[in-house]
């Protein structure tokens, strides 16, 4: 079974994470063999947090009850508060996940905490635009790995654009393997597309 933590901040933007929680929480497309999925919400505190669209919402958990395993995966949404010192311990559980083989998806400004962090170093990544992590992450060495991409995946690191989300979560539940490769091809096609045709080819595949 996979446990999904998603983290949850201050002025989260709610929208960057909504296909792909939709997807693995409901498990309405899931192949029949799918491995199990867990989704929780997780903070710094079980305080409630507000997201950009002012939303409340009550973590499931804390940071220091993720596991650490390669089943685990942890999910970072854009928000305007990822400045906030706070959020290093976040990011240093990030870090354990990543070389304990956990899969790790980042988008919008949660990438810019990765390259303060020094994680995006040495790793094929892509953020809002070239130069937006320079601008916003002095520390950030990374430049060589970037690329001009709505989303990129590199084995267990996944990192997205503002406006890569559906193709982000694409490519997460591709690597969780939860989708028939058919299912996922006609899902894509018809969210990014909006054509009827791909809808009704999607709904075959669950026949």
Sequence with gaps: ??????????????????????????????????????????????????????????????????????KSVLLLPGANTWDDPR???????????????????????????LASAGLLDRRPHTSNGAGYLEMVSPSYKGQNFFVDAPSVADRNLITASSTGGLLWAKQIIERLDVFQHNTLEAWYAYFSTGEAQHFFTLMQTLA
């Design 1 to 70: 079974m996979f446990t999904v933590y998603i983290y949850v901040l201050d002025t989260l933007a709610d929208w960057e994470l909504g296909y792909v929680t939709a997807e693995l929480n409901s498990g309405r497309f899931f192949k029949k063999d799918a491995p199990e999925v867990s989704v929780k919400t997780v903070a710094i505190s079980t305080e409630p947090v507000k997201t950009m669209g002012g939303l409340t919402i009550v973590p499931d958990c804390t940071i220091r009850e993720i596991a650490v395993s390669e």
């Design 87 to 113: 959020h290093s311990v976040m990011m240093k559980k990030a870090g354990e996940l990543l070389s304990a083989g956990a899969l790790v998806c980042a988008i919008c400004g949660a990438t810019m905490a």
